[in-house]
């Protein structure tokens, strides 16, 4: 059974289509990430999805319900953590979130118990009577993770939850995502950062300009480069722009060499061939698997990672 639902999903601002045709079906229990640039979409179908806002046209479904016509009752099924934290900066965390459970008719025994448990959770049960306003950003969104997870809903929707984060706090939220999808919650979450999405998703989906390219799992996606990239290992001298090169997929200086990648199917001989008449040094030749980054080149045409400039390749590490 799908818990999203999506079906030539548009939503246009002015002459702006963020979601153009946009379709794809999320199964109950995934932990599934919609990849991509900013300006990709990903925020905007996470607003549609949790009933924030109304499509242009098309069909959306969250828990089986038509979100457009059923509001009332997707509200109750879902829970929304962004970047932007909504928490009152005078309350204390506790104060914060039993303002929020009521809100959703909770009663406030069974809130307060869930509060501190999720609190000791997120290591911030000692800081449960402070006021917010003394909080870092990570800790704020801590809380705000927190908020969510109270009244235990079906799905969660999280949009870039560790952006901006210290590595401490991006640990934790990793780690309670993990444990709140082993428990059976479905969590859609977005993100830019390539090996956050390779490190904790099941399935993935790469979005480009308001479009739904690809979905699946990661094995899935490298398949649609065709195999194995072909990687040839050249001196760190100066050899040029290399983008010309028959196949290129990307190159990155590493410890003192210049490592250039090619697709499955360029010929060896003739990349070999263009190397020398470059001057360049061949060290090595070997066949790697291609990474999530490969497979967003191949797919939308752009070389690099999203939000990175032409040819500078990934150094983020997955923590």
């Known amino acids: 059974m799908e818990a999203i639902y999506a079906s030539e999903l548009v939503k246009k601002f002015g002459e702006l289509r963020a979601l153009d045709s946009l379709s794809i079906e999320i199964e109950k229990g995934d932990l599934f990430c919609l990849l991509g640039p900013n300006g990709a979409g990903k925020s905007t179908f996470i607003r549609v999805a949790s009933g924030l806002m109304r499509p242009t046209s098309g069909l959306v479904r969250v828990a089986g319900m038509d979100v457009t016509t059923s509001l009332s009752k997707v509200r109750r099924k879902v829970s929304l953590v962004s970047e932007k934290v909504i928490l009152y900066d005078n309350l204390s965390p506790v104060e914060n979130l039993l303002f929020f459970a009521s809100m959703s008719g909770k009663g406030r025994k069974a809130a307060l118990r869930k509060i501190l448990e999720l609190l000791e959770r997120v290591d911030m049960l000692d800081w449960k009577d402070k006021p917010v306003r003394v909080f870092s950003t990570g800790m704020r969104q801590r809380i705000n993770f927190v908020r969510a997870l109270i009244n235990e ?5 999280m949009d870039e939850p560790t952006l901006g ?4 706090t991006t640990i934790t939220i990793r780690e309670m995502v993990g444990e709140v999808n082993g428990s059976g919650t479905t969590v859609i979450l977005t993100t830019h950062l390539m090996r956050e999405a390779e490190g904790m998703a099941r399935h993935i989906g790469i979005m480009h300009r308001g479009k739904m390219l690809a979905s699946g799992d990661l094995e899935s996606l490298r398949k649609i480069i065709g195999g194995d990239l072909v990687r040839f290992k050249l001196s760190g001298e100066s050899v040029g722009d290399l983008t010309d090169i028959e196949g290129y997929i990307g190159d990155r200086q590493l410890d003192g060499y210049r490592l250039l990648e090619v697709k499955p199917s360029t010929s060896i001989e003739k990349v070999v061939f263009s190397l ?3 001057g360049a040094r061949l060290f090595d030749i070997e066949h790697v698997r291609p990474t999530l980054e490969e497979v967003f080149i191949e797919l939308t045409g752009e070389e690099g990672c999203p939000n990175r400039p032409k040819n ?4 983020i590490t997955n923590i």
């Not at 809903?153 to 929707?157: D, G, Q, S, T």
């Not at 500078?312 to 150094?315: D, L």
Request: no cysteine; glycine share 0%; proline share 12%.
């Open 312 to 315: 500078q390749r990934s150094t």
């Open 165 to 168: 984060l210290d590595p401490h």
């Open 153 to 157: 809903p079906e799905i969660i929707f």
């Open 276 to 278: 020398s008449s470059r």
